[in-house]
Structure formats: structure tokens, C-alpha cells
């Protein structure tokens, strides 16, 4: 731990916990407690930001008082925790809307290259097919969020309901929606890209009512990952997320099951869907998309798009959420791929996880982490623990 300044990861707080403990973040994936601590030592981490040089602490800390070799024993069980990380290059740092992102990332990431995750948007390409308000919160998003390349698909017009979600405007009503969201889109994210014949990296696909057959099977032939976002009157479905040549279920899948549990649901189905963009075909108009629905469907579906494009297994392959109105709180399914589809390969090796916490130990002596069973703290060397759920501030 010489030579290389190392600091917290960006994000993390040290907090007064007791007169002899301080506990280190919040979240309790991976906050922790440094207890049986000195008042010195406890003046010490009071001090610690993520400013903080920790290689430095242990001489600054002898300074106040303290004994330096548990102060670098503590920062040596910080490392262990996973807490700690090397001050990133300078180039690869981040700053403006994404610098938040990129100390969530810097937390989530096993190797705390949050500034790697969001840097490595600017190559994606993301295809937004539905261009309402759900559709539209969810291109602004990812172009705030730092994705190179938006596709956008719809070949309707701004109508005043699709100002509910806030992404379209008044002043865009009567203009074609692909063109009014560029505008949106080039106001959040001037460097984003909105044309060009890229292959998308995966394709978010919002319907009405109930997601298209077709399109989900063309999806899963040309092997594009892709995002299903239903939106219906009350309610609204994201997901599942479906990566084909993986064992994720795929739409076909969820149909066959629905059929098996109501056998007139292909009929239902097709009655749905059909002539959906047949202008002659769609009777009253539509009232559109209740605008904070649209708002929870577009962060839930930019934020799965973000997890895979982090190289993660996003929660919603073979689940959806099920968001419904008043609340719009999601509700889980989880979803198998149907034995008559055939769409299945075995699971995929190779992607990354976030940190779900859970490396408790049980030792008591210095240096080491271990679960918290109570609010309480035990007399002895000076430690760490693991700041489980009930104890998060
Ligand atoms: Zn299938």
C-alpha cells in the first residue's frame, strides 16, 4: 500500500456510529462497521472522505494520537471489504451528468471501474422502437445516461398526450416523433448520435397492450437482444429482457405459457395486435400513456439496458415487472422458457456480476469482516463487521 495513493470508493461516507465505532456507507451490500475503536482512532475516521489518501492514514493518524500499525490494520480490512480502490487515471475519470453514474458503477463493480462502464456507452447503439412517451423517456435517459448511438423507430406523429411523460413537448406536437425526440435527445446529450444503419446492441420494443408476435420472433432470429415494454390503460409490462442463444425465455415463450393457462389467448392475442399500423384499422383515438407510468417503465427499462450494457445479466431476463397504477410499484413474474418454443441454449459463461454483499466472516480479531447480528458493539481489538440490513442509515 505504498506508492499508489489508494482512497474509498467514490461515494462511500465514513459515519459516526457510537462513541467507540464508525460505520463505512450505507448501503448494506456492502457498508461495514469499524468498531472497539479508540476516541483517537474514532477522530481519525471521522476525518476520512473519499478525498482521503488511506496509504497516508496511518501516519496522520499516529499524529492524533493514535496507534498507527490498527489504523493500517483497519485500512487493510477496508481493502479486504472491498471498499478501497486506486486512484483511476486521470483520463479515464468522469465528470458532468455521468459522474454519478459512474460512482454507482465504481460501487456495483467488483474492480470499481465505474468510470470504464459509462465511458464504454459511447460505443453502444441502443434501438428505441415506440417513440411515446414511454419510448421517449427511455431514449432521453440512455443519451443522458451516455449511449452513443439512439435509433429511434416510430412513424407517428407527436399527439398533446405524449407531452404527459415529459419527454415530448407542446412546442413539438404535429412534428414527426422520431425528428421531435432528436431535438430532446441532442438538448440532453449534444454528441449523441440518432442516425446511421449501426446494428443495434439491443432494441427496446414498446407496444401497446400486448407485445407483437412478429417483431418478437424477428428480434430473436436476428439474435439482438431486446427489451419488451407493454404499456396498457392501468398497467404496464417491462420485460421480459430476452438474449437470444441464451437460456432466457423469449415472448413466443410467455405466449405458450399464457396460452396453457387460457386457451383462447392466442385468439385474444392476435385481436390485439392486428392492424395495429393500420391507420384505417384503429377506431377512436387512443388516450395515450399515463405520464407517471411512462416515467417508471422508462427508468426500469433504460436501467436494464444499462446493466447489460455493463456486461451484466439483467434482472429482468425471464422475468417481467408488472407496474400498475395508483401505485406503480413493480410487481416480479419470473418466467422458463416454454418446453414447445425451442428457443433455449444452456446458459451463457462469461458475464460480470455486481456485488451483492454477503463476505461476512466470523472472526472477532482485528482486521477482519464480519456480520452484524445486533446493533451493538463487542469489546476487544479494534474490527470490522459487515453493516447488514437493519442497520443501513
Ligand atoms: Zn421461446
Given at each position: 500500500m505504498t506508492g499508489t495513493p489508494f482512497r474509498l470508493r467514490p461515494g462511500l461516507r465514513v459515519l459516526a456510529r457510537d462513541v467507540d465505532a464508525v460505520q463505512v456507507?450505507?448501503?448494506?451490500?456492502w457498508a461495514v462497521v469499524l468498531d472497539s475503536l479508540t476516541p483517537a482512532e474514532v477522530a481519525t475516521w471521522a476525518?476520512?472522505?473519499?478525498?482521503?489518501d488511506l496509504t497516508a492514514l496511518p501516519a496522520a493518524a499516529q499524529h492524533a494520537g493514535a496507534d498507527p500499525a490498527r489504523v493500517r490494520e483497519l485500512v487493510g480490512a477496508l481493502h479486504a471489504a472491498g471498499l478501497v480502490r486506486p486512484d483511476p487515471p486521470r483520463a479515464r475519470l468522469v465528470r458532468g451528468p455521468t459522474a454519478a453514474d459512474a460512482a454507482a458503477w465504481s460501487l456495483l463493480r467488483a474492480d470499481a471501474a465505474g468510470e470504464d462502464v459509462v465511458r464504454s456507452r459511447a460505443d453502444a447503439v441502443v434501438g428505441v422502437v415506440g417513440l411515446g412517451p414511454t419510448g421517449a423517456g427511455t431514449a432521453r435517459l440512455l443519451a443522458a445516461a451516455g449511449v452513443g448511438t439512439l435509433l429511434l423507430d416510430d412513424d407517428g406523429t407527436v399527439r398533446s398526450p405524449d407531452v404527459a411523460g415529459g419527454a415530448h413537448r407542446w412546442s413539438d406536437v404535429g412534428a414527426p416523433r422520431p425528428t421531435a425526440l432528436r431535438r430532446v435527445l441532442r438538448d440532453v446529450?449534444?454528441?449523441?448520435?440518432?442516425?446511421?444503419d449501426a446494428e443495434p446492441d439491443v432494441v427496446v420494443v414498446v407496444e401497446p397492450d400486448a407485445a407483437d408476435p412478429a417483431r418478437g420472433a424477428l428480434l430473436t432470429a436476428s439474435g439482438v437482444p431486446h427489451l419488451s415494454v407493454v404499456v396498457r390503460a392501468a398497467d404496464a409490462l417491462v420485460g421480459p429482457f430476452v438474449r437470444p442463444g441464451t437460456a432466457d425465455p423469449c415472448l413466443r415463450c410467455l405466449d405458450l405459457h399464457r396460452a396453457d393457462a387460457d386457451t383462447a389467448w392466442p385468439r385474444v392475442l392476435a385481436g390485439t395486435t392486428?392492424?395495429?399500423?393500420d391507420a384505417s384499422r384503429r377506431g377512436a383515438p387512443r388516450p395515450g400513456e399515463v405520464g407517471v407510468l411512462a416515467a417508471a417503465c422508462a427508468a426500469l427499462a433504460s436501467a436494464q439496458v444499462l446493466a447489460l450494457l455493463a456486461g451484466t445479466v439483467p434482472l429482468l431476463c425471464g422475468t417481467t415487472a408488472e407496474i400498475a397504477l395508483p401505485d406503480v410499484v413493480p410487481r416480479l413474474r419470473p418466467w422458463t422458457p416454454h418446453?414447445?418454443?425451442?428457443?433455449a441454449a444452456p446458459p451463457a459463461a462469461g458475464t460480470a456480476t455486481v456485488r451483492t454483499g454477503?463476505?461476512?466472516?466470523?472472526?472477532?480479531?482485528?482486521g477482519t469482516v464480519a456480520a452484524a447480528t445486533t446493533g451493538t458493539t463487542t469489546p476487544g481489538p479494534a474490527r470490522t463487521r459487515h453493516a447488514g440490513p437493519g442497520v443501513g442509515v
Open positions: 456507507g450505507q448501503d448494506p451490500r476525518r476520512v472522505d473519499e478525498a482521503t446529450a449534444p454528441d449523441v448520435r440518432v442516425d446511421g392486428a392492424g395495429r399500423d418446453p414447445d418454443c425451442g428457443c454477503g463476505t461476512a466472516g466470523t472472526s472477532g480479531t482485528a
